[in-house]
């Protein structure tokens, strides 16, 4: 079994920046393309980007410019960096996991791939 732990997240104002960051733990041999989704109030769960073993990065649209993920095998570890927020990067934050590596759709969907996920966390962004 895998575990996930997200760490960082919270209130920010718009224009502003903060870290996530997920750590797998337990078998995490398992582990190969790792993502974060979020889930925005009333909203469906919604794709921010996945990163695999190669790494091959795949972001959504509306976060291309100002994300950056990077994924660190060897620490089993994802983190995020969110720059230039806006209020409507606010939502829960989710990290999650899957065995096999990144496909580019992956990040279009509502993770329903993906086998492993943590508790989520929350970002919050004050106009």
């Known amino acids: 079994q895998v575990q996930l732990a997200e760490f960082g997240g919270g209130p920010v104002q718009a224009g502003g920046s903060l870290e996530l960051s997920c750590v797998a733990s337990?078998?995490?041999?398992?582990?190969?393309?790792m993502a974060w989704f979020r889930q925005a109030p009333g909203k469906e769960r919604e794709g921010v980007v996945t990163?695999?073993?190669?790494?091959?990065?795949y972001y959504a649209d509306s976060v291309k410019g100002r994300f950056t993920a990077s994924k660190d095998k060897r620490k089993a570890t994802l983190t995020l960096q969110m720059n230039s927020l806006k209020p409507e990067d606010t939502g829960v934050y989710y990290c999650?996991?899957?065995?096999?590596?990144?496909?580019?759709?992956?990040?279009?969907?509502?993770?329903?791939?993906?086998?492993?996920w943590g508790q989520g966390i929350q970002v919050t962004v004050s106009p």
């Open positions: 999650a996991a899957q065995r096999y590596s990144c496909s580019s759709w992956l990040v279009e969907t509502d993770g329903a791939k993906f086998h492993f």
């Open positions: 337990g078998d995490v041999e398992k582990v190969n393309c």
């Open positions: 990163v695999d073993d190669w790494p091959t990065t």
